[in-house]
């Protein structure tokens, strides 16, 4: 009986430390499985999904920071992010894009003190302003590191605010520069660059969706904003129109910055991105170096059209009226685009369609621009010309994540924006010389529409080469010709 109880006693322990063993077992292969999963997401951010898009969680990747919140994320919140991120992009960008309308006024209204300085110094104001809009993305950066997200577009607002009632005040050229061109684009800078990265930590199954439709704030800032500035000018002046334009962008900045925040973890804590100022092994990712070179180039095709089709507007006989209204079917268009390629890039991936709206954009030009000599041809050309240049501001951020991976975001998308800076400064003067050269060449007047030829060529050219080089960065990330990249 005794021996009985002791070998039933010896066959329990042994059980026991099987059952133990089993368990051990387990756990290391469902921490490696864990491990190999985490990597894979940092690898690759298409690989994230989760049951709740607004309740998404990024992987727990090294070099972020985080901090306790007894909030829980939502799907209020997330979407309260896109639409912060959404009147961002209409304050600065949306504002940018009227700047043809802006500049128009300040050539031709009787109330404007620069009715003497050339066209193409009033370019060099309204480009420099469109290209400081990107140059400041990594020292907002470094201000998110040390402040968070909402400091930055903070102090972004208030330039952009000063800079426009400042501008409404100038009287020489210099203080117009200063104000009008380079603070209002520091401003914009420092108010969208820190924003516009945030849907994508909100969102992995519709990212691209969630970006297009939070960068689609530009065209519907520049729908709304280029008739009302119009109208003003009309009525009131160049002068007042900046300085109510300036009052307008402080209701709107003032709801940007309480929307505007980092995503927050299922348990609460905070999520934010890791910074740098200047992450220099970025560039030597797979792919990213040709990135920059397309996000360089393509530059110059989309703010020649925004600063100029007012101007050419005027050489078909259209009135600063109809220009404007150009300016806004564009927009719609751009709209349009951004959210139809958004849509288009979670189905089908955000590298392929971007190669084809890009094209596309630059193929209108040649065709649609070039022949285009009444206010419904030039309509027609500037909505579709806005639909295929909306592609880039949708898909820019999902196409970075898709080449350096969701850790270095933050710095990539920064960098993506400073390519963008030196093409909007130079790209009225280029064009302004591109009439000039061809008014003489040709022996017609600069306000002769056959004096824009080669600026539309030029116009077209700047975006159908970039595209084939993103169709290089495409293959480099999966050369399989049927693929969603």
Known sequence: MSSNVTLASNHSREDLEKVKMAEQS????????????????????????????????????EGEKVAKSGKRTSNWEASGVV?????????????????????????????????????????????????????????????????????????GVFLMVFALEMASLSHQFWQLLLSQGILWGIGSSMCFVPAIGLPSQWFSKRRGIATGIASSGAPVGAMILSPVFQTVIDKLGVRWALRILGFILLGLGIITVLLVHPKRRKDGSILVSRYKVFDTEIVLT??????????????????TPILTLPNYASTIGLTAKQGANVIVILNAGN????????????????????????????????????FTRTFAGLSAFAFFWGLGAGGYWALTVPCTARIVGLPRLGSAVSINFLMNFIPPIFASSIGT????????????????????????????????????MLVVVRFMMDPKLIKKV
């Open 26 to 61: 387990s756990a290391a292969q469902s921490s490696h499985g864990e491990e190999e999963l985490d990597r894979d997401h940092i690898q690759d951010p298409n690989l994230i999904t989760e049951e709740d898009e607004g309740n998404s969680e990024p992987a727990n990747i």
């Open 83 to 155: 639409l912060g991120t959404f009147l961002a992009n209409f304050i600065s960008v949306g504002t940018a894009n009227t700047l043809g309308v802006i500049l128009h006024g300040e050539e031709y209204d009787p109330s404007s003190p620069f009715l003497d300085v050339s066209l193409f110094k009033m370019g060099f104001v309204a480009g420099t302003a469109v290209g400081f809009s990107f140059c400041i993305g990594p020292f907002s950066n470094f201000l998110i590191t040390r402040f968070g997200v909402r400091a930055p577009v903070a102090l």
């Open 286 to 303: 797979r792919g990213y170096a040709i990135y920059m070179a397309f996000a360089f180039l393509q530059t110059f095709g989309y703010a």
């Open 335 to 370: 709209f349009i685009g951004r959210v139809s390629a958004g849509q288009l890039g979670d189905r089908l991936g955000a590298l392929n369609i971007l190669s084809v709206y890009t094209f596309f954009a630059g193929f209108v030009c040649v065709v649609g621009w070039y």
């Open 433 to 468: 010389g591109f009439i000039n050269h061809t008014s003489k060449m040709l022996g017609v007047s600069t306000h002769d529409p056959i004096a824009f030829r080669y600026l539309i060529v030029w116009s077209g050219l700047v975006y159908m080469v970039p595209a084939l």
